[in-house]
């Protein structure tokens, strides 16, 4: 009989929450891969999120309404195995994305595109 057992690893839902900070695991993901790769979380950094949208006119109406939080947007063409999704590409320049400020707007995101009928893929930050 061995000493040490392996334990089983269980898989975890990417969209649940750690309940120590109420991130979603997806969202801690992307922030070890940024720390593993060199960043200093403490500092401002660049951040694009990406959500798609059935029509370009959505899309727009949705990139407008994150210009009340700072956001700079811009709405791409579709690619063509996809001509229903429009994508939103929204940026943040010298943020720190801390704890609270990841949480915020993976929310808002999420929110933002059940509204306008899309879907919120992610984000991504500069090292």
């Known amino acids: 009989m061995p000493l ?6 269980e898989s975890v839902d990417p969209d649940d929450r750690s309940p120590q900070t109420g991130l979603k695991y997806k969202d801690l993901m992307v922030m ?7 960043a200093d979380m403490t500092q ?41 999704q429009w994508p939103l590409v929204c940026e943040l320049h ?5 704890i609270d400020r990841v949480r ?11 509204e306008h009928g899309g879907n919120f893929d992610g984000w991504e930050a500069s090292v």
């Open 32 to 38: 070890a891969q940024l720390i593993e790769a060199g």
């Open 94 to 98: 010298d943020v720190v994305l801390d």
């Open 44 to 84: 401002p950094r660049h951040a694009l999120y990406f959500s798609y949208f059935p029509d370009q006119t959505t899309a727009e109406t949705a990139g407008a309404a994150t210009e009340a939080l700072g956001f700079q947007w811009s709405v791409r063409k579709p690619i063509p195995e996809y001509p229903d």
């Open 104 to 114: 915020d707007n993976t929310d808002y995101f999420e929110a933002l595109a059940v």
């Open 4 to 9: 040490f057992r392996r334990r089983r690893q």
